[in-house]
């Protein structure tokens, strides 16, 4: 059976107009959100449900292509679908590099594009792969390069975490950090205009002292790219809601997990539906399988919707 990704139109943000032709601003650098929101609140589980498939493993990225959840794994390269029914299928991705583990997944308008990390110390940059979907197989047909913002370099186990498309720009959240003179510690956020190869910069205020960010979903309303983002480290289990723009914009909202995590749970991949409900997918993959695979399913938060 082979199923093709519905054409999503994509809608360019005026404010955002200008970045794409100016090559002398692409290292623009603006933060996002104060460490900490002007709305906290606690989510509440509606219910779990159970990825129950042999290739639902190491689950690390996933998106919307209006009409059925896309996941992907670190390390087995497969690619999921599962539909309104929580029916699974799964198909291969060829042409992954060697090295490469996949990290997050967004569902375009005709191809998927994946975020990957690799174990070279000292990257400057880091890979997202596109994919086309054909015959019921995800094949690599090319590769977009995010650089990171000089003169910090990625080691073992940091990449780029997060991945997500917002009218016609492609989001990445890096894993790498840094300390801003008054002590706060932030994420790089990278965008590419679909198309193009500049790389833009957005630093974004972390909201605990340990956490990184892990998963990336976003959309564009009214010229403003709105984005949501798990921070997680061990102890804390977080949501980030915040805008990028041209200037610092704050962050809305901090929700609160770690009231509902379990032990074994490390939030990897997040969807927010149109309800405001929030599809949270873990990586259940740490040198042994540490539990089972499943996604967490939030109430209705207000904040989220549109």
């Not at 104060?34 to 190491?58: F, M």
């Not at 054909?134 to 990625?154: C, H, K, N, W």
Request: charged share 25%; glycine share 10%; aromatic share 8%.
């Amino acid at each position: 059976m082979q199923y093709a990704i519905p054409r999503i139109i994509l809608i360019a943000a005026v404010s955002f107009a200008a970045l794409g032709c100016a090559k002398d601003r692409k290292r623009t650098s603006v933060s996002a959100g104060p460490p900490r929101g002007s709305l906290e609140i606690d989510g509440e589980v509606a219910y779990r449900t159970g990825l129950k498939h042999e290739d639902a493993v190491g689950i690390s990225g996933s998106c919307w292509d209006g009409s059925a959840r896309w996941l992907v794994g670190e390390r087995n390269s497969r690619l999921l679908r599962v539909d309104r029914q929580n029916n699974i299928e799964t198909f291969p991705i060829e042409g992954v590099p060697p090295g490469h583990e996949l990290e997050g997944l967004a569902c375009g308008a005709e191809f998927f594009y994946i975020s990957t990390e690799t174990d070279v110390i000292g990257r400057t940059e880091d890979r997202v792969l596109v994919l086309e979907f054909s015959e019921g197989v995800a094949r690599v047909v090319d590769t977009l390069i995010f650089q990171y913002p000089a003169p910090m370099t990625a080691r073992v186990n940091q990449g780029l975490e997060g991945l997500c498309i917002a009218g016609d720009w492609l989001i990445a959240a890096g894993e790498i950090l840094r300390t801003n003179d008054a002590g706060v510690r932030q994420a790089p956020i990278l965008r590419q205009k679909i198309g193009e190869t500049d790389t833009f910069l957005h630093w974004v205020n972390l909201s605990s002292r340990t956490g990184k960010l892990s998963g990336l979903d976003c959309r564009e309303r009214g010229g403003i790219i709105e984005v949501f983002a798990v921070e997680r480290h061990y102890e804390v289990s977080r949501l980030l809601q915040f805008e990028l723009g041209e200037a610092p914009s704050k962050s809305q909202t901090i929700v609160e997990l770690g009231h509902i995590t379990r032990e074994t749970e490390n939030f990897e991949a997040i969807i927010v539906d149109e309800r405001g409900r929030v599809w949270l997918a873990q990586d259940n993959q740490y040198k042994t399988i540490t539990g089972p695979s499943e996604e967490t399913v939030l109430e209705p938060i207000p904040a989220f919707a549109h």
